[in-house]
């Protein structure tokens, strides 16, 4: 049984084309996040909801749009896709709160913007 | 705010060799502590974690403890195997402002030779 799960696995797209991330986990947490993994490995917060509720939103463009239908989905809309957005995305979850909180990962999405 | 740093890799060691990873942190409040590992091709799973100071963190022959006074969590093994080539990413999360995000160092590529 696969934790959190991530579809597609790869994603290969034109410059300015629209595409989705999709997310589930099956382990009763309360809060999803997304991560971007960069080339050289860095990763890095972009949102994050608890209970369908936004509570984390970086500094991410306006083109990026998290949507939550339920505490066990979370996907990530990307408007105008652009080169820069070549990356790896992973999603996550954990409970917010209380002694176990730590974050299990999907396993992750390579996006290739062309 | 929160950040990590971890020594520069790649660390390059023959098998049964000792290992050290470096990881040092500034945070606000009391964070909790993580070492998540990457191997090839795949998410990130969690390794190990301390949540206040002084704990000891351990699995699959892997430790870090948790260093207040040193803001340090070092990650140990004391013979390592090819299989542990992967790259790790020690990180933390605060409860701060209702906030659980990790925080990721650059991570650190362990590169294991028979």
């Known amino acids: 049984d696969t934790a959190v799960s991530q579809t597609p696995k790869y994603l290969v797209t034109q410059m300015g084309n629209d595409k989705s991330i999709k997310c589930e986990q099956n382990?009763?947490?309360?809060?999803m996040y997304w991560y971007k993994q960069d080339s050289k490995k860095f990763l890095k917060i972009m949102f994050s909801y608890n209970n369908k509720e936004l509570i984390i939103n970086e500094t991410v463009p306006n083109r990026f749009s998290p949507k939550s239908p339920d505490k066990a989905h979370l996907n990530l809309h990307i408007n105008s896709l652009e080169l820069g957005d070549s990356a790896v995305y992973f999603c996550?979850?954990?409970?917010?709160?209380?002694?176990?909180?730590?974050?299990?990962f999907g396993p992750g999405t390579r996006l290739t913007v062309t | 705010g929160n950040s990590v740093t971890q020594m520069e890799g790649p660390v390059t060691l023959s098998e049964e060799a000792f290992l050290t990873i470096n990881c040092t942190y500034t945070a606000t409040g009391y964070p909790s502590l993580f070492w998540y590992v990457q191997y090839p091709g795949e998410g990130l799973q969690l390794l190990l974690k301390a949540t206040k100071a002084d704990d000891k963190g351990s699995n699959k022959g892997f430790e870090a403890t948790y260093r207040k006074e040193t803001t340090s969590f070092h990650l140990e093994k004391g013979s390592v195997q090819v299989s542990d080539s992967a790259v790790y990413f020690c990180a933390l999360s605060s409860l701060d402002t209702g906030r659980r995000a990790l925080t990721f160092g650059s991570g650190t590529r362990l590169q294991v030779q028979p």
């Open positions: 382990l009763g947490h309360d809060t």
């Open positions: 996550a979850s954990s409970h917010l709160a209380g002694v176990s909180y730590e974050q299990y």
